[in-house]
């Protein structure tokens, strides 16, 4: 299934809404090269998440393949900025797409409710704790955590906490065939190193997601 809309009528502006998604789109064109394998690889890298070396659970010099002939490379130094940095970093053009969807549709309602400068915080805080918890969860991994999941996972939860009867209306395939469903939102729920080499470094990425969700629920 896949939102679309919801009935639910906001009075704000979603001007913070619409400036997430402008800086996602923004690093997305103009730090990670739309996708282009250097500046994508060099992003994974300098801005991603890595466990292991922020934690210091991983020795400096550690190889991160990314691909054929691609590594980054952990130093000694933790990075802590990039708990912040990796929520607007992403793996692919599906990645920040189909996220930034999900907080078109949602998030401004949840800004409609806390007002501006209290969803930017409800935002980030989501996503930093979606990030510590994967990073405590798997704390010697190299594999560089990147987007915007996490956070969004957390006004998804938010979302469900103050509107749980509230109709989203979907899009749903089946093959070829496409129809559309109104549901209520129980229906719809179900974050440096050197680089070297050069290769498309796709499938060496993850992303934290649930745990922004668990954050979510209480700070709603």
């Known amino acids: 299934m896949f939102p ?15 400036g997430i998604i402008a800086l996602n789109l923004a690093a997305w064109i103009f730090l990670q090269g739309a996708g282009a394998e250097g500046p994508l690889a060099r992003s994974l890298c300098e801005l991603g998440l890595i466990p292991g070396e922020v934690l210091g659970t991983v020795p400096p010099g550690t190889a991160v393949p990314l691909g054929p002939g ?7 130094a933790p ?10 970093m992403h793996g692919g053009w599906f990645h920040v797409l189909g996220n930034m969807w999900f907080l078109w549709v949602f998030g401004n309602n949840i800004e409609d409710s806390m007002g501006h400068g209290r969803f930017v915080v409800f935002y980030l ?24 999941s996490g956070a969004i996972s957390g006004v998804l939860g938010g ?12 899009l749903i395939t089946l093959g070829f065939f496409i129809t559309v469903a109104g549901a209520g939102r129980r229906g719809v729920l179900g974050p440096r190193g050197r680089l070297r080499g050069g290769a498309r470094p796709d499938q060496a990425v993850r992303e934290p997601r649930a745990d922004g969700a668990a954050a979510g629920y209480p700070s709603a």
């Open 70 to 76: 691609m590594q980054c490379v952990t130093t000694g």
């Open 159 to 170: 979302y469900l906490l103050l509107y749980p009867r509230v109709r989203v209306h979907t």
């Open 4 to 18: 679309y809309k919801d009935d639910n009528p906001t009075i704000l502006t979603p001007v913070v809404t619409v």
């Open 79 to 88: 990075h802590w900025w990039t708990v912040l940095t990796s929520m607007f």
């Open 125 to 148: 805080v989501c996503g930093a704790a979606a990030a510590a918890a994967q990073a405590l969860a798997d704390s010697h991994s190299v594999v560089p955590m990147v987007g915007a």
